[in-house]
């Protein structure tokens, strides 16, 4: 056994051996080739070499054009404005750094009701659904104009206008004024209270005034189709006026809650008198599209009103005295929405003042 021993070791000891000579052969040879291997490295870094300076070239030409393309923007993003866009943007900021007079987000929406909206029952109290609000704020927020997909949703419309008023840094109706429209709801006597309202509209800084009228002008227009979506100034008041104005408060504290949700109802008040007397308060006619951007699309069933006027030739029946002027201005509504179905429930404001005229002219022919 130790003979078997002995004869493995000196078999190990001769592959040893061998695999030194085989290693120095190795060596030798890498020191005939160094020279050849040496030019192999100098060339592969110098191409890495060239690459990299390449790189380098690309980034800064990407750069030179990124910096140049900011520099013609830079105005139009102020050091206080979230990256998040024009929602949460105090209001003068986001109109000074757009050189507008009425807010993107508010004119976006208001032209986008006027087009789709001033019929849907509801409107600003019915939530919409929550990623297609997230995808119109979003789109809001980019300065995106390209908004045809949302007419066919003005509930989700009407929450994106919400949320804007909402998460302003100071309401519409401002912090500094808010005693001053607490002290309008206490008043009794309605021509005082008109009267105290112009004032204290008066005093608004030039951005809020603006905005409050284009957007109280809206309201009113709003309201003139309550019969139909059910939103009457006390209704609109109810679901827009927190939005509109609230007391800037540590949310914390009991008592300060306690004051805020009475203080709330004199809000309300606030906001349906402004709504009740827009003409008033803000004589003259608003171009709601103040900017020409926003611009309905040609589906979006503006066109569709006229079909409901086809049966107005239709002689009446025999008996049935044709109705005066006025009858026909009152009644139109109602004979408008009775064969009313979902292509045509929602026409533009401009598709439902004719019908009076038109009735009227019928009601010459049938004379």
Not at 48 to 71: F, I, M, T, V
Not at 203 to 220: D, G, H, Q, V, W
Not at 333 to 360: D, L, N
Request: glycine share 6%.
């Amino acid at each position: 056994k130790l003979e078997i021993l002995k004869e493995e070791e000196e078999e190990v000891k001769r592959k040893v051996e061998q695999c030194k000579d085989e290693y120095m052969a190795d060596l030798y040879h890498f020191s005939t080739k160094e020279d050849s291997y040496a030019s192999y490295f100098i060339r592969l870094l110098e191409i890495q070499a060239q690459y990299h300076r390449q790189s380098l070239g690309s980034l800064d030409s990407a750069l030179a054009e990124l910096k140049e393309s900011h520099s013609q923007t830079e105005p139009s993003f102020a050091a206080d404005t979230p990256v998040a866009g024009y929602y949460g943007v105090p209001l003068e900021t986001h109109l000074k750094s757009l050189g507008r007079e009425i807010a993107l987000p508010i004119e976006a929406c208001v032209m986008m009701l006027l087009a789709s909206g001033m019929r849907e029952e509801g409107l600003f109290r019915l939530a919409a659904g929550a990623s297609v609000l997230r995808k119109l704020k979003s789109s809001l927020a980019s300065g995106s104009n390209a908004l045809e997909e949302f007419y066919s949703d003005p509930h989700a419309v009407a929450g994106a206008l919400k949320s804007y008023l909402r998460e302003l840094p100071q309401p519409l109706m401002t912090f500094e004024l808010y005693n001053e429209w607490v002290k309008v709801a206490s008043l009794k006597d309605v021509d005082s209270r008109v009267q105290s309202l112009q004032d204290t509209c008066s005093r608004l800084p030039r951005e809020s005034y603006n905005n409050l009228r284009y957007l109280i002008k809206f309201l009113a227009k709003l309201a003139e189709h309550q019969e139909l979506n059910k939103m009457t100034p006390s209704n609109i008041a109810i679901v827009l006026g927190p939005n509109l104005l609230w007391t800037q408060q540590s949310t914390g504290d009991p008592v300060q809650l306690d004051l805020a949700s009475v203080s709330s109802i004199q809000v309300v008040g606030v906001v349906e008198a402004l709504i009740q007397n827009a003409d008033t308060l803000f004589p003259g006619e608003v171009d709601f599209n103040v900017s020409g951007m926003f611009m309905p699309p040609a589906n979006s069933g503006l066109g569709e009103a006229a079909p409901v006027e086809e049966p107005s030739p239709e002689p009446p029946p025999a008996g049935i005295p044709a109705l005066l002027d006025g009858e026909a201005t009152s009644r139109d509504p109602e004979a408008r929405s009775q064969p009313a179905s979902p292509a045509v429930t929602r026409p533009s404001p401009e598709a439902a003042g004719p019908p009076a005229p038109q009735m009227t002219n019928d009601t010459a022919r049938k004379g």
